[in-house]
T-cell receptor, first 113, second 115 residues
Framework: NAGVTQTPKFQVLKTGQSMTLQCAQD?????MSWYRQDPGMGLRLIHY???????DQGEVPNGYNVSRSTTEDFPLRLLSAAPSQTSVYFC????????????FGQGTRLTVV | AQTVTQSQPEMSVQEAETVTLSCTYD???????LFWYKQPPSRQMILVIR??????QNATENRFSVNFQKAAKSFSLKISDSQLGDTAMYFC????????????FGEGTQLTVNP
């Protein structure tokens, strides 16, 4: 059971380039989320999804796009990378009800130069 | 909106000693969940312990326990018999009752266990 898989683990982009961070889970979880982690700020929610075809914005959505065409996949797109998007990105998934934990991918360290 | 605050950016403790990490939160909800996650240098987010707001009993997992004060909106983590492997960043997180993987995190506390 692979859990939550993120690719790539590291990426360097030039300002203005676009790219997609991939996230896949094999636990049939309804809920999936994207976070960014910056020093001294914890993890902040970018976008989330409560099921296939349903997405919504989190706390810091600007500059990012998501879609959820299947239960398993939740890619995060950077439309035009900026240095302010240099961060570590985490994807997470969970069931909806009850005291269930969120499972995290191993993160993607993105540097925009 | 809910907020989570960790007021200790860094802490250190001697091996085998006990340390307490602080967390306060703000919410108008009555039912919710609280978590402590550990992030070692590998960057992996590891669940340490969880607490349901409707349970008065404090959660315990081996050497880890919490002091949950609902009225004060406080959720501290106590690590007993600290080990070198406990060195990590620790995050306190809040989740509404039906919010799945939609969590609100604190800023984090970097814990260093010294030999």
């Amino acid at each position: 059971n692979a859990g939550v898989t993120q690719t790539p683990k590291f990426q360097v982009l030039k300002t203005g380039q676009s790219m997609t961070l991939q996230c896949a889970q094999d636990m049939n979880h309804e809920y999936m989320s994207w976070y960014r982690q910056d020093p001294g700020m914890g993890l902040r929610l970018i976008h989330y999804s409560v099921g296939a075809g349903i997405t919504d914005q989190g706390e810091v959505p600007n500059g990012y796009n998501v879609s959820r065409s299947t239960t398993e996949d939740f890619p995060l797109r950077l439309l035009s990378a900026a240095p302010s998007q240099t961060s570590v990105y985490f994807c997470a998934s969970s069931y909806v009800p009850g005291n269930t934990e969120a499972f995290f991918g191993q993160g993607t360290r993105l540097t925009v130069v | 909106a809910q907020t989570v605050t960790q007021s200790q950016p860094e802490m250190s403790v001697q091996e085998a000693e006990t340390v307490t990490l602080s967390c306060t939160y703000d919410t108008s909800e009555n039912n919710y969940y609280l978590f402590w996650y550990k992030q070692p240098p590998s960057r992996q987010m590891i669940l340490v312990i969880r607490q349901e707001a409707y349970k008065q009993q404090n959660a315990t997992e081996n050497r880890f326990s919490v002091n949950f004060q609902k009225a004060a909106k406080s959720f501290s983590l106590k690590i007993s018999d600290s080990q070198l492997g406990d060195t990590a960043m620790y995050f306190c997180a809040y989740r509404q009752e039906t919010s799945g993987s939609r969590l609100t995190f604190g800023e984090g506390t970097q814990l260093t266990v010294n030999p």
